[in-house]
T-cell receptor, first 115, second 113 residues
Framework: DTGVSQDPRHKITKRGQNVTFRCDPI?????LYWYRQTLGQGPEFLTY????????KSRLLSDRFSAERPKGSFSTLEIQRTEQGDSAMYLC?????????????FGPGTRLTVT | GEDVEQSLFLSVREGDSSVINCTYT??????LYWYKQEPGAGLQLLTY?????DMKQDQRLTVLLNKKDKHLSLRIADTQTGDSAIYFC?????????????FGQGTELSVKP
């Protein structure tokens, strides 16, 4: 396993369209996180899963956002009715909660541009 | 909630040492991390330190933690042009049940030949 992968790497969409991103975590990691990063800022937490259960959602995650991890492996993040303010890098990370240091490994990100 | 602050820019000459600083607000934070981000890429974990340690060394990287002042630093020895990137400090707050990280806004390191 070479690490966390994300698809697509770039997405350009028109305002009002729906988009879906995919994340494949490191195979033995059962925690999966989504973060959003805007230009000049650090990543901000959106949501996380332990196996297939979504355990926490940030208030940043409006009703237009939904995330799933149906079989406890890959995850999808969908944004409905995109707005220009949704333009950002969407980062996925995974971790193994059995490791006390809890380090998270990040994928390359999906850069979303809403025109 | 936890707040993490970093200076925005640092410029050094190749071969010099770089010191990137970070302050945080919650003294009960357990693990503290340093990540590196190159343009257009995701975050690469560089190193971390547990809150009961003062220092951790890993090859060219030295992490110093001052819990009293809630100050974390990353020293890069013999800085190379390939070290040019944005460096993020991140903390694992104690109230955190799920392990979400709180990040600073990043320090852009520029290494001049």
């Amino acid at each position: 396993d070479t690490g966390v992968s994300q698809d697509p790497r770039h997405k350009i969409t028109k305002r009002g369209q729906n988009v879906t991103f995919r994340c494949d975590p490191i195979s033995e990691h059962n925690r999966l996180y989504w973060y959003r990063q805007t230009l000049g800022q650090g990543p901000e937490f959106l949501t996380y899963f332990q196996n297939e259960a979504q355990l926490e959602k940030s208030r940043l995650l409006s009703d237009r956002f939904s995330a799933e991890r149906p079989k406890g492996s890959f995850s999808t993040l969908e944004i409905q009715r995109t707005e220009q303010g949704d333009s950002a890098m969407y980062l996925c990370a995974s971790s193994n909660p059995d490791i006390p240091s809890g380090e998270q490994y990040f994928g390359p990100g999906t850069r979303l541009t809403v025109t | 909630g936890e707040d993490v602050e970093q200076s925005l820019f640092l410029s050094v000459r190749e071969g010099d040492s770089s010191v990137i600083n970070c302050t945080y607000t919650d003294s009960s934070s357990t693990y503290l991390y340093w990540y590196k981000q190159e343009p257009g890429a995701g975050l690469q974990l560089l190193t971390y330190i547990f809150s009961n340690m003062d220092m951790k060394q890993d090859q060219r990287l030295t992490v110093l933690l001052n819990k009293k002042d809630k100050h974390l630093s990353l020293r890069i020895a013999d800085t190379q042009t390939g070290d040019s990137a944005i460096y993020f400090c991140a903390v694992y707050p104690p109230y955190n049940q799920g392990g979400k990280l709180i990040f600073g806004q990043g320090t852009e390191l520029s290494v001049k030949p």
